[in-house]
Nanobody
Framework: QVQLVESGGGLVQAGGSLRLSCAAS????????MGWFRQSPGKEREFVAA????????YYTDSVKGRFTISRDNAKNTVYLQMNSLKPEDTALYYC?????????????????WGQGTLVTVSS
């Protein structure tokens, strides 16, 4: 099973940008679809974005379309989430997730493996 470690969170003003990274261990990283989820205080965890194992297919929740971009570098066992035009409502703990099946990430919003999360705070 792949193990995931997120980084790149922090405090940013509204309208700013951050790039989250998720480093994965294990030689099977390139066979996993990868995703990002987030959870705000008092709310359920929600799906943000997902990418297929080759990177050819991506999915986003409506609220981040046009602002966030998910990408991956299989040579570095890393997946990224570039977040632009950040809004206060993007404030959350962001989790990296991995699953052999992209549809499980993008459709039923679950995963085989999860990271510990990285906190993103957007001030107004």
């Amino acid at each position: 099973q792949v193990q995931l470690v997120e980084s790149g969170g922090g405090l940013v003003q509204a309208g700013g940008s951050l790039r989250l990274s998720c480093a994965a261990s294990g030689r099977t990283f390139s066979t996993y679809a990868m995703g990002w989820f987030r959870q705000s205080p008092g709310k359920e965890r929600e799906f943000v974005a997902a990418i297929s194992w080759k990177g050819g297919s991506t999915y986003y929740t409506d609220s981040v379309k046009g602002r966030f971009t998910i990408s991956r570098d299989n040579a570095k066992n890393t997946v990224y989430l570039q977040m632009n035009s950040l809004k206060p409502e993007d404030t959350a703990l962001y989790y990296c997730a991995a699953d052999p099946a992209l549809w499980r990430l993008s459709t039923i919003k679950t995963a085989n493996a999860w990271g510990q999360g990285t906190l993103v705070t957007v001030s107004s």
